[in-house]
């Protein structure tokens, strides 16, 4: 398990289900990862793949708990990306988690474990063009935009690469 000064990363699991149907609930945390889409069926089959991602890669989705309350805050981490051979960094949270410096603080906890421990050459965050926040992030964590491409369930997007070997 990942931390940070203010965050706990544990592995996310099937057990998270619930605070990740509560979490894509709210439009304006969903609007740019599939919005209406992520239905509670959807969500109980996406919480499964990234918790088998954990047994067969080794890495994976944390979630983001906040270390002094112990509230769910969102998900951050690593997600193999079969049809484009990358691992991405990914992170979703709350509303009421955004604009605190979290999903920096969890991303950074990501790329130095990656750095370390996982051999892995580089890491693409895949980001809706629109989301203006996360490109902001991604850029002042060091990533470079890489292409606009789209994904394969067809939505546009645009992936940014951080080399790090």
Known sequence: MLDTERLLLP??????????????SDPD?????GGAARTAEFTAAQAGRLADEWRDRGYGQSAVIDRATGAFLGRAGLHYWPDWDEVELGY???????????AAEASRAWIEWARAEAGIDSITPVIDPRNTPSIG????????LDRSDVTPTGVAVRV??????
């Open 11 to 24: 592995p996310l699991t099937r057990a998270h289900t619930p605070e990740l149907v509560d979490l894509y």
């Open 29 to 33: 945390v969903a609007r740019y990862i």
């Open 92 to 102: 979703v949270l709350a509303a009421r988690a955004q604009g605190r410096g979290l």
């Open 137 to 144: 992030l991604a850029l002042r964590l060091g990533f470079a």
């Open 160 to 165: 940014y690469r951080l080399q790090l070997v």
